[in-house]
């Protein structure tokens, strides 16, 4: 189903001194423009000289001080590590959830999937729980939402833990090895916004995206991508997104399934004829419908060469999940080798892989797509997928 807009503008849930700051910067965060929400400098994120990080500690980390980065405010700063930037149902939480179990990675006080990269930071574009929830909003009332100060801000309690642990590492200077992560599935494919950006107004494709972001604040940061058959991933998505009716009434909601398919690919293979794929799919014209953001994610090879483009690929490993599931273990070992972490103990392998499976596909696993559905679906993805094949040059990401 479509994500329905307000018919209404809203103004954020902040203070009254928020409120007017948003006012006077843009005309309506409803509407896309050729100008930028940030008209402010200070978030301006690409303009932003780059943070000098504090060696001391493993995870990226400083002090806000006016000849370093934005935020001249005296304190102690993290940010995230490494990012599991996708893709969404493939085994994100999952793996989040296991390689949290290590010592040195924090997992209390930290959310899985901060949303400000791709979502948050437009708060007020477009509707997202968690950008509402209580701890967001609280934080809001002190930083604006769309700041880098905001995004510090979530990982404050982190932040605080590792500055504590300053002598609690292994490392040859006994400094600080803990470190954490963001694990939004939604900064692989969901760069919607990104015509509201500074640097692309007035453009018909982005000249930064998602992983451009990721980049500046965080040069080495750990990129960690995990990928499944794009038609079975599709379909665990909309029961996922639609399960009480699913449940209820499944023949309904699988026609509609098919034919929101149906609908999707004909709209991309009717503008592939015309445009650029980049043109087409970053396309921000188009409303951003809730089958339009679960059909994206599946265009692996293309948002595989957006972030080949930005980072070195020793920064950036992938995984089947099909790898993952049938060889946990060896898995997880290559994600703590590649986090530059040392291996678990025996007892805490045991603690990991006995660990209850997070987030499983909700509803009857016996009800499927329909044949046909598969078919088209198929038809569809078989040729992007031998370009992520040949990208990858594993056949594996054939998917057959």
């Not at 701890?135 to 009332?141: G, I």
Request: net charge positive; hydrophobic share 35%; glycine share 4%.
């Amino acid at each position: 189903m479509p994500v329905q807009q307000p018919a209404k503008q809203k103004t954020p849930s902040i203070s009254k001194s928020r409120k007017m700051q948003w006012n006077s910067t843009v005309d309506s965060p409803m509407i896309l423009t050729n100008r930028s929400i940030y008209t402010n400098t200070f978030l301006d994120i690409m303009n932003m000289p780059q943070i000098a990080f504090n060696k001391s500690y493993k995870n990226p980390c400083w002090v806000g001080i006016k000849d370093n980065g934005p935020l001249d405010d005296g304190r102690f700063h993290c940010l995230p590590y490494f990012y599991i930037i996708g893709v969404k149902k493939s085994g994100t939480s999952d793996l989040y959830s296991r390689i949290s179990y290590h010592p040195d990675i924090l997992k209390k006080h930290v959310f899985k999937e901060s949303q400000w990269i791709s979502r948050c930071r437009f708060y007020g574009s477009f509707p997202v729980r968690l950008c509402d929830s209580p701890r967001y909003q609280a934080l809001a009332k002190k930083v604006d939402m769309r700041s880098l100060g905001f995004y510090t801000g979530l990982y404050a309690p982190s932040s605080s833990v590792i500055r504590k642990t300053y002598h609690v590492g292994h490392s040859e200077n006994n400094n600080s090895g803990k470190i954490f992560g963001d694990a939004t599935p939604a900064n692989f494919h969901l760069h919607y916004k990104w015509s509201e950006l500074p640097g692309n107004e007035g453009l018909t494709e982005p000249k930064y995206t998602n992983f451009h972001y990721i980049k500046h604040l965080i040069p080495e940061a750990k990129i960690i991508v995990i990928f499944r058959d794009p038609v079975s991933r599709l379909f665990s998505d909309f029961k996922y997104e639609q399960i009480g009716k699913v449940m209820a009434k499944p023949e309904i909601m699988l026609r509609q399934f098919h034919n929101q398919c149906v609908q999707m690919i004909k709209h991309y293979e009717e503008c592939f004829n015309v445009y650029s794929r980049r043109q087409c799919i970053f396309d921000s014209t188009k409303p951003m419908t809730r089958q339009r953001m679960m059909f994206t994610a599946g265009f692996y090879a293309f948002f595989m060469k957006e972030m080949f483009e930005v980072f070195d690929k020793k920064n950036i490993l992938p995984i089947l999940m099909t790898d993952y599931t049938s060889n946990m273990k060896n898995t997880l070992s290559k994600v703590f080798d590649f986090l530059e972490l040392d291996q678990p103990n025996e007892e805490q392998w045991t603690i990991i892989l006995n660990e209850e499976v997070m987030n499983e596909s909700k509803g009857d696993k016996r009800i499927e797509m329909f044949d046909e559905t598969k078919r088209v679906l198929q038809e569809f993805y078989r040729p992007l997928n031998e370009e992520m094949a040949k990208l990858m040059n594993d056949s594996r990401y054939l998917f057959n």
